[in-house]
């Protein structure tokens, strides 16, 4: 084991002084900067959600080993029964309120950034967390390679934050979650050991187990849970009825046949249970010339019946925005959606892309598609010029007009947000959450990706008045309760974190849940890393709800 930052004497001295020296401390231990300013803390303070919490300090690791240091330090000072807890953030996008700590915040995006390793012929690429999906998408462009699973924040949110969240996006309908990419992990445990995840074998897995450390430690708790527990998570895993649920932690996907892998417990556990500091991730071919179509229906029945026919087409994207997003749009903005749409009264519109490679395929899915949609009376528009598919974007991306709109002292805010349903239950609980909504004096708006059944909305809200704090609850309640009951999901790709933690049991079940806290422990004995996060009760979200909603895309970064 690594010798750690500081010995048992040093600690106590410095649990006897003020952060800013605790700070001093760890900035002459670390390559990185360590900061206490008002200013910087204020920034970290607020992510995506409708949540705040300043941390005490901001660290801006430079390598591994600052992140090491940092978390054996936390450690220390736990053993004192003074731990600083630790919070990973990446781009800050985060809407589930897993991007803002207490305590340490490390802000990754600083200076580990890097591509490390990129091979075009074997399909794989090694980057540090704090790589943003843009930066990512363009190296690997250049090789005719795309890592096709990315959250609609890929301008600024980076692959740290995916991977913690299992992110899920417009390509997901074709290609899965991102837990479906990620190959191998480097992590640092709470108490600052560093470890490797993959595949092993049970030799490899009893070898690990024999270990006399924290991994040891680690593994031989973790096997003996799941061996105890085998039947609860089994019956769990068989009932889910959509494949999008990053709710509690991926148990059902950690043991198997043949052997033992924890990269599938690190992805979507939001730093939880280890900092994320290396990944390496399976890329697939890209075809840069894609067909997009819009399709139009006049009413939600057809939509749900054409659904499944759509999918037989294998689309790459299926996305969706319904009439009263796009009356709001038109409200805000009246000339936005001036001659963009064929058919101006329909319920739905559906954005529909085709990627395939081979010669002549996207003209046939197109077809296709175009029969289907005159079968039930709809209007068809099929775009193959980056021209033509420009206008049809206009149309999808025109909801962040709703989502960025300053509305007096009202902001769209994100509320039951990432929820996932079965398919074929998909038009009924749009039809619910239209009800929730309207009873709530709130536009209907519905987007999101319907290839997948994940539906997204952002009631219009001033987090200032007490009335409209009470209706985020109730709007949150009965649509999170809608979507157990049609067999979804409340946490699709954007995490539990502190916002959704409180309805975490009744996703999960008590048997899950329970098994949920257990692995927590086994991991982070001291409750260091990302405390709330997938844990934190009503009462707390309350605590630290902000009285204001506004999102804040830029980082608060050291200049050189």
């Not at 300090?57 to 430079?62: A, L, T």
């Not at 819009?294 to 749900?304: C, E, H, K, T």
């Not at 319904?322 to 749409?341: D, F, G, R």
């Not at 916002?499 to 098994?515: E, H, I, N, Q, S």
Request: glycine residues 8%.
């Amino acid at each position: 084991m690594s010798q750690p930052v500081a010995d048992k004497g040093s600690v106590l001295l410095y649990l006897l002084i003020g952060m800013s020296k605790v700070a001093q401390y760890l900035q002459e231990h670390l390559t990185g900067e360590v900061t206490v300013s008002p200013e910087a803390r204020r920034h970290f303070a607020y992510d995506a959600s409708i949540l705040r919490m300043a941390p005490a300090m901001v660290v801006y690791p430079r390598t591994e080993d600052d992140v090491r240091k940092t978390a054996r330090f936390s450690w220390q000072l736990a053993e004192r029964e003074r731990g600083l807890p630790i919070t990973a953030r990446g781009g800050g996008s985060d809407t589930s309120g897993a991007a803002i700590g207490g305590g340490i915040l490390l802000a990754m995006t600083a200076h580990m950034n890097r591509i490390l390793a990129l091979d075009p012929k074997k399909e794989f690429v090694t980057v540090e967390p704090g790589v943003s999906y843009d930066k990512l998408q363009q190296t690997l462009y250049t090789h005719g390679l795309f890592l096709p699973v990315y959250p609609a924040s890929a301008s600024y949110a980076t692959l740290g934050g995916g991977i913690a969240n299992n992110a899920v996006g417009e390509k997901s309908v074709k290609y899965g979650d991102t837990l479906r990419f990620v190959q191998n992990l480097r992590v640092v445990l709470a108490n600052g050991e560093i470890i490797e995840t993959g595949p092993l074998s049970k030799r490899e897995l009893n070898r690990k187990m024999g270990q006399s450390n924290f991994e040891g430690e680690v593994y031989r708790a973790l096997d003996k849970l799941l061996e105890e527990n085998a039947s609860p998570i089994s019956n769990y895993a068989s009932q889910k009825q959509t494949q999008y649920v990053s709710a509690g932690y991926n148990l059902d996907k950690v043991k198997t046949k043949d052997g033992f892998n924890l990269t599938p417990l690190f992805v979507g556990s939001q730093g939880s249970l280890g900092i994320i500091t290396e990944a390496s991730l399976k890329v697939v071919s890209h075809t840069p010339t894609t067909t997009l179509a819009m399709v139009s229906l006049n009413n939600l029945n057809d939509f749900a019946d054409m659904l499944p026919e759509i999918l037989n087409l294998k689309p790459s994207l299926l996305d969706m925005v319904n009439k009263q997003a796009l009356e709001q749009v038109s409200k805000i903005n009246p000339s936005q959606l001036h001659n963009a749409l064929g058919l101006t009264s329909a319920a739905i519109h559906l954005f529909i892309e085709f990627d395939e490679h081979r010669d002549g395929q996207q003209k046939k899915d197109a077809k296709n598609l175009i029969k289907l949609v005159d079968k039930y009376g709809g209007y068809c528009k099929v775009a193959d010029t980056p021209e033509e598919q420009q206008s049809i974007w206009k149309v999808r991306h025109s909801v962040s007009s709703l989502v960025n709109h300053v509305y007096g002292p009202r902001r769209a805010v994100p509320v039951a947000e990432d929820i996932a349903v079965p398919i074929d239950r998909l038009v009924d609980f749009m039809r619910a959450a239209e009800k929730v909504y309207v009873q709530a004096d709130q536009p209907a708006a519905i987007w999101g990706q319907a290839g997948s059944g994940i539906v997204r909305m952002h009631p219009i809200l001033d987090l200032a008045q007490v009335g409209d704090r009470q209706k985020l609850f109730k709007i949150q309640d009965t649509l999170y309760a809608a979507a157990l009951k049609a067999g979804g999901s409340i946490s699709a790709g954007a995490g539990d974190g502190r916002v959704r933690a409180p309805y975490l049991r009744a996703a999960l079940g008590d048997d899950m849940y329970k098994l949920i806290l257990t692995t927590k422990r086994i991991f982070d004995p001291h409750n260091l890393l990302n405390p709330g996060v997938k844990t934190a009760n009503t009462e707390q979200v309350r605590a630290i709800m902000r009285s204001d909603y506004s999102v804040r895309n830029h980082e608060h970064l050291p200049r050189s």
